[in-house]
C-alpha cells in the first residue's frame, strides 16, 4: 500500500472514532475499505470535506442511538421531531430578537454593521445551522440534516468559549448553548419526518411555536421584546459561558478518547474547569499585587512538594 493510501486510511480511521467501539468492531475495517475503494476509483489521496462530516454525523448520531436504546424506534421518531421543533423555533426568536434585534430597536438610526456583520454575536452560526437542520428535514434530506445538527453541537459548544477569552465580544449565556446542544442532540438519532403526520407536525410546529414565542416576548413591553442584549452582558455572562464552554469541552473530551487515555483525559479536563476560576480571579486581584502573590504561589508549590516528598520518603 502505498504511502498518501496509508495516510487516507489512518485520516478514515481516526474520524470513525466518532462512532463507538463497538461499532467499530464488527464494522471499521468493511467501511475503511469501502471508502478507500471509492477513492482508488476517484483518484484521490485525501477525504473530502463532505465525507468527513457525514461520518463524523453518521457517528455521533450512532452514539446518541446507544445512549437511548432503550427507546423504540418510533419514540425516537417523536423525540427528535418535537426536539427540532423546539431547537428551530428558539433559534428563529434568537436570531431575529437577539441577533438582528438592533436594527428594529434602533429604527431611525439603525447601527452598521459590527464585528460579526448584521448579526450581534457569533452564536447566529448556531441559530443558522439549526434552521439549515430544519429546511433539510423539511426536505427529507436526512444526511445533510445529521451533518448540519452535527455542526450546530460543535458550534454550540465551542462559540461560547472561543468568543469569552476575546475581549470586545458579547457572549450569549451558557443555559442558550445548554439547550441547542441538548435539542440537537435529541434530534439525532431519530427521523422527525418518518411519518406524514410527524412531518406535518413539524413543517407548521416550528413556525406557529416561533410566533407565539415571538409574541410572549413582544408582549413584555418596555424595549426589552426587540432587542434582548447586551443587558446582563458583562464579566458575570462572560464567565459563566466560559465555564459552560470548558464544561463541555472537558465532558466531550473524556467520552471520546479511547480507554487507555482516559486518565490523562481526566486530569486535563480537571486542569482545563479551574481555567475559569482563573479567569475570574485575574480580574479582581490589582496588577500591583501580582508580584507578590506570584512569590506566596511559587513558595506554596515548593512547600507541598515538599511535604509530598518528605511523607514518599517516610514511608
Known amino acids: 500500500m502505498s504511502e498518501p493510501t496509508s495516510s487516507l486510511e489512518t485520516t478514515y480511521r481516526r474520524t470513525l472514532l466518532a462512532y463507538p467501539a463497538s461499532w467499530r468492531k464488527q464494522n471499521e ?61 428558539l433559534a428563529t426568536i434568537m436570531l431575529v430578537l437577539g441577533e438582528l434585534g438592533r436594527w428594529f430597536r434602533f429604527n431611525s438610526y ?26 433539510a428535514a423539511s426536505l427529507g434530506w436526512h444526511a445533510a440534516r445529521r451533518i448540519l445538527l452535527g455542526l450546530a453541537i460543535l458550534t454550540a459548544v465551542s462559540i461560547p468559549l472561543i468568543s469569552s477569552a476575546i475581549g470586545g465580544v458579547v457572549t450569549v449565556g451558557w443555559p442558550v448553548s445548554a439547550v441547542f446542544v441538548g435539542a440537537s442532540v435529541l434530534s439525532l438519532p431519530g427521523d422527525p419526518t418518518n411519518t406524514v403526520r410527524q412531518h406535518r407536525a413539524l413543517v407548521l410546529g416550528a413556525p406557529l411555536a416561533a410566533v407565539a414565542f415571538g409574541f410572549s416576548s413582544y408582549m413584555q413591553g418596555g424595549g426589552a421584546q426587540k432587542w434582548f442584549y447586551p443587558g446582563g452582558v458583562g464579566m458575570g455572562a462572560d464567565f459563566l459561558a466560559f465555564a459552560a464552554g470548558c464544561l463541555l469541552v472537558s465532558g466531550l473530551l473524556t467520552f471520546g478518547v479511547p480507554g487507555r487515555w482516559k486518565p490523562a483525559a481526566v486530569l486535563l479536563a480537571i486542569g482545563t474547569l479551574t481555567l475559569p476560576i482563573k479567569v475570574l480571579f485575574m480580574a479582581l486581584i490589582p496588577n500591583n499585587a501580582w508580584p507578590t502573590l506570584t512569590a506566596v504561589c511559587i513558595t506554596a508549590a515548593i512547600f507541598i512538594a515538599w511535604q509530598v516528598r518528605q511523607a514518599q520518603t517516610r514511608s
Open 29 to 89: 475495517g468493511e467501511m475503511v475499505g469501502v471508502m478507500l475503494d471509492l477513492a482508488d476509483q476517484e483518484q484521490r489521496t485525501k477525504p473530502t470535506v463532505g465525507e468527513l462530516a457525514n461520518l463524523v454525523g453518521s457517528g455521533l448520531a450512532t452514539r446518541c442511538e446507544r445512549l437511548l436504546g432503550w427507546v423504540p424506534a418510533s419514540g425516537r421518531d417523536r423525540i427528535a421531531c418535537f426536539s427540532l421543533i423546539i431547537a428551530s423555533s
Open 110 to 135: 439603525p447601527p452598521g454593521p459590527g464585528l460579526f456583520g448584521p448579526f450581534t454575536t457569533p452564536a447566529s452560526l448556531t441559530y443558522l445551522l439549526i434552521l439549515g437542520a430544519f429546511m
